[in-house]
C-alpha cells in the first residue's frame, strides 16, 4: 500500500504544465514565460487570480486565459493531453485542437490512462487490505465510520442539503451581476468576494518574495505571526520551536509530528527568486495544519486522546489561518460580513460537488471490481457529468461538463476530498460563534478548541459550540 500510494504521489508530484508553451489556435502566447504550474492545485490558483474588478460590474469578455485552462483540465481528466507536454518545456501545445508541435521529439498520442491506473493500482492495493479488516471490510467503511467517524450516506444527505438550496442560484446571481456576462463552468472558482480579489497580485509576490526569501526567513517568522493573530508572545515562541519550514517538491502540505520528540514539518514551493503569493497563501494554510497538529499534541493532556475528531478539522484549523493571510502581511484583520459569508458559501458549493464524485467513483470501484483503468476512466466521465448536471449545469451551463473530476487528491489521496467541506462548515461555525470577538479572544478560543482532543466529531462540536455539525448556519446567512 505505502509502495503504491508512493508511486501516486510521484506522479502527481511531477505533473506540471508548461504554461508558456501553450498557444492560442491563431497562434498566440498567453502565460508568461517560465510560468509552470502544477495540477490542479497551481492550474487552479492561476485561473482564480484572474478575477480582478469585479465591484465595478463593468461588462467584460470571457477572459481568455481562464478558458485556456479551463481546456487544459477538461483534457487531463478525459485523459486527451498528449504524453509530451506534461512536464516538458519543450513541445508547443495547443489545447483546444490538440495539437503538438515538437522539435526533439516524436509526438505520440495521448496520455495512456496513467490517471486512472493509478487510481486503480490504490484501490487494488487497498483490496488487500481489505482481508485483514473483518470488521470494517472495505476503504469506504474504513474511511468514513473508522477515519470521519460519520457515516459516507450522512456526509452525502449533508452535502446535497448544501447543493440543491435555492441559496445556490442567489449566489450565483450575485457573481454574474459582477462579471457581467452570463456564467462558466470555471467560475466555480469565482474569487472574487475575497478581499484580495481587488488587489495586484504581482504587488503581493513582491512584498511576500522581499519578506520570504527561503524557507529558513518563514521559519524565523512564524512565532511573530502568531503574535499578531493573537497569541501570547511566550506561547506563539512555544509553539514555533516545534515547526520546521521546507521547500516541497509537489503542491505543499504539513506533516504531523506524532511523538513530542518530532517536529510538525511545513513545506510549499519556494522559487530561487523567494516565496510568491501563491506559495505563501499555501504556506498560511499549512502553518494552520502545524499549529493545530502541535497544540492538538503537546497541549493535550491525555496522550491516547491527542489529535482532532477526523482531517477535517485540521483541514479547518488550515482554513482558520489562510482566510487571514492579508492580516499576516499587515492588511487588517479578518471580519464576518456579508462577503465572507458569500466567499466561504461558493467555496461549499464547488468542494462538496468534487467530493460527491470521489466518492461515488470508490463506491463504482468496489462495485467493478475486475475494471479496467479505459472502463473507470468512462464511469468517472459519467460521474462527473451527473453530479454536474443535477447541480452545476443549471447556474453555471455546459450539459456533460466533467470538471469536477480535476482534483488530484483523487488520484493521491483516496477519499480524502470530502474533509475539505467538512472543514468549511466547521469553519464557518467556530468564525459565527466568535464573530463578536478579536485579537486575543479569537488565539484563547482556538487553543481551547484544539485542545479538546480527538473526540467524536459531533462531541466535538458541541463542546466548540454548543451545537451539531450543520450547514443550516450558512444557509440561513444567504438570503
Not at 485542437?97 to 484501490?123: A, C, H
Request: some cysteine; overall charge negative; glycine content about 6%.
Amino acid at each position: 500500500m505505502t509502495e503504491t500510494m508512493a508511486a501516486a504521489e510521484n506522479y502527481i508530484a511531477d505533473y506540471n504544465i508548461c504554461m508558456d508553451r501553450l498557444r492560442t489556435e491563431d497562434g498566440r502566447q498567453l502565460f508568461p514565460d517560465g510560468m509552470k504550474l502544477l495540477s490542479h492545485w497551481n492550474l487552479r490558483d492561476e485561473l482564480k487570480a484572474h478575477y480582478k474588478g469585479q465591484s465595478d460590474q463593468v461588462p467584460s469578455t470571457k477572459d481568455e486565459k481562464q478558458e485556456m485552462i479551463y481546456q487544459v483540465m477538461q483534457r487531463i481528466v478525459r485523459q486527451e493531453i498528449p504524453q509530451e507536454v506534461i512536464n516538458n518545456h519543450e513541445p508547443i501545445w495547443y489545447p483546444y485542437s490538440n495539437k503538438v508541435e515538437s522539435q526533439k521529439s516524436k509526438v505520440e498520442s495521448r496520455e495512456p490512462d496513467t490517471r486512472y491506473q493509478k487510481i486503480l493500482d490504490i484501490f487494488h492495493a487497498m483490496q488487500q487490505v481489505d482481508a485483514y479488516c473483518p470488521n470494517m471490510p472495505t476503504g469506504i467503511i474504513r474511511n468514513f465510520e473508522g477515519d470521519i467517524e460519520i457515516p459516507a450516506a450522512e456526509i452525502d444527505s449533508l452535502f446535497r442539503s448544501l447543493i440543491s438550496s435555492g441559496q445556490v442560484k442567489i449566489v450565483a446571481a450575485e457573481i454574474k451581476n459582477r462579471l457581467g456576462r452570463e456564467l462558466r463552468p470555471y467560475d466555480i472558482w469565482y474569487d472574487g468576494f475575497k478581499a484580495r480579489s481587488g488587489m495586484d497580485e504581482e504587488a503581493l509576490s513582491a512584498e511576500t518574495r522581499k519578506r520570504f526569501p527561503d524557507p529558513i526567513t518563514y521559519e524565523k517568522k512564524i512565532a511573530g505571526m502568531l503574535t499578531t493573530l493573537g497569541f501570547q508572545k511566550e506561547n506563539a515562541e512555544e509553539i514555533s520551536r516545534h515547526i520546521v519550514v521546507e521547500p516541497a517538491r509537489g503542491s505543499g502540505h504539513a506533516w504531523p509530528c506524532m511523538g513530542h520528540n518530532e517536529p510538525s514539518r511545513l513545506r510549499t514551493r519556494i522559487a530561487p527568486e523567494g516565496m510568491d503569493y501563491k506559495g505563501y497563501n499555501i504556506a498560511v494554510h499549512e502553518m494552520g495544519h502545524n499549529v493545530e497538529e502541535v497544540i492538538s499534541l503537546y497541549k493535550m493532556d491525555y496522550y491516547m486522546l491527542h489529535g482532532i475528531p477526523n482531517t477535517g478539522f485540521t483541514e479547518t484549523s488550515a482554513f482558520l489561518f489562510q482566510a487571514r493571510d492579508l492580516q499576516l502581511l499587515g492588511y487588517g484583520k479578518q471580519t464576518m460580513n456579508r462577503e465572507t459569508f458569500l466567499d466561504q458559501f461558493w467555496g461549499m458549493y464547488e468542494i462538496m460537488g468534487v467530493s460527491l464524485v470521489d466518492m461515488q467513483m470508490w463506491q463504482w470501484l468496489y462495485d467493478h471490481p475486475k475494471a479496467t483503468a479505459a472502463e473507470l476512466r468512462e464511469a468517472v466521465l459519467e460521474i462527473a457529468a451527473e453530479v454536474w448536471n443535477a447541480y452545476y449545469e443549471p447556474v453555471l451551463g455546459e450539459k456533460d461538463c466533467v470538471l469536477l473530476a480535476i482534483y488530484s487528491h483523487m488520484v493521491n489521496s483516496p477519499m480524502y476530498l470530502p474533509n475539505y467541506p467538512i472543514g468549511h462548515i466547521v469553519q464557518f461555525q467556530l468564525e459565527q460563534a466568535l464573530a463578536d470577538k478579536e485579537g486575543l479572544a479569537w488565539a484563547e478560543a482556538y487553543e481551547r478548541w484544539y485542545r479538546l482532543g480527538r473526540l467524536t466529531p459531533q462531541e466535538w462540536m458541541r463542546q466548540a459550540v454548543n451545537g451539531a455539525l450543520s450547514v443550516q448556519p450558512i444557509l440561513q446567512q444567504i438570503q
